[in-house]
């Protein structure tokens, strides 16, 4: 049995706002719907960060302008995983 979907659900009527170096299982959709200032941070990234040298794929996920129609389309799956980008 996974532990944190459980924990999560038990959470729920508290509106939790999940930190994103933890695990967690909360789909994109509601994740986004949690920050406010989301979309003003989404902008920043494109500008700051345009050729996603600082981004993984759960940034990428969050930060895309597509990334609620992803999310719909699939969960948020635990990331573990490094920068994409090696350096030169």
């Given at each position: 049995?996974?532990?944190?979907?459980?924990?999560?659900?038990q959470?729920?009527?508290?509106?939790?706002?999940?930190h994103?170096?933890?695990?967690?299982t909360?789909?994109?959709?509601?994740?986004?719907?949690?920050?406010?200032?989301?979309?003003?941070?989404?902008?920043?990234?494109?500008?700051?960060d345009?050729?996603?040298?600082?981004?993984?794929?759960?940034?990428?996920?969050?930060?895309?302008?597509?990334?609620?129609?992803?999310?719909?389309?699939?969960?948020?799956?635990?990331?573990?995983?490094?920068?994409?980008?090696?350096?030169?």
């Amino acid at each position: 049995m996974n532990l944190l979907p459980v924990v999560e659900q038990q959470l729920a009527p508290f509106n939790p706002v999940p930190h994103w170096a933890k695990l967690f299982t909360m789909p994109s959709t509601r994740l986004q719907s949690l920050y406010e200032k989301l979309a003003d941070f989404q902008k920043l990234v494109a500008e700051f960060d345009p050729k996603g040298k600082f981004r993984n794929a759960f940034m990428d996920r969050i930060t895309s302008p597509h990334s609620v129609a992803l999310a719909a389309q699939t969960p948020a799956p635990l990331n573990r995983e490094p920068f994409r980008n090696s350096y030169p």
